[in-house]
């Protein structure tokens, strides 16, 4: 069974920064992209940014210049450094990967459990 299991959320104040894990663990024959996803209280689940394996990235607009996406392809983990961190970057961030299990799978996309990141005036 394929899991995304994320590490790094925690309380920072405003400015910090922080850094998320996220390693795919399980069987898996390719990974075309990793990356996060963020939900605030009353919103809607959000783009942080994903990366393919070819290290192309795609960013929101509101965190572009502020985090950065990293990927270790050998050991299946993806990296989210958010720094100048803002109070409006409090949300639950959810790792995100498009995988396939083996030759045949189609492409599915996985979830992480989410992982609490609150930022303090």
């Known amino acids: 069974q394929v899991q995304l299991v994320e590490s790094g959320g925690g309380l920072v104040q405003a400015g910090g920064s922080l850094r998320l894990s996220c390693a795919a663990s399980?069987?898996?024959?390719?990974?075309?992209?990793m990356g996060w996803y963020r939900q605030a209280p009353g919103k809607e689940r959000e783009l942080v940014g994903t990366?393919?394996?070819?290290?192309?990235?795609n960013y929101a607009e509101r965190v572009k210049g502020r985090f950065t996406i990293s990927r270790d392809n050998a050991k299946k983990t993806v990296y989210l450094q958010m720094s100048s961190l803002k109070p409006e970057d409090t949300a639950v961030y959810y790792c995100?990967?498009?995988?396939?299990?083996?030759?045949?799978?189609?492409?599915?996309?996985?979830w992480g459990q989410g992982t609490q990141v609150t930022v303090s005036p």
């Open positions: 990366m393919n394996t070819d290290g192309n990235t």
């Open positions: 399980g069987s898996t024959f390719s990974i075309p992209s």
């Open positions: 995100h990967a498009l995988m396939r299990r083996y030759y045949a799978d189609a492409v599915k996309q996985y």
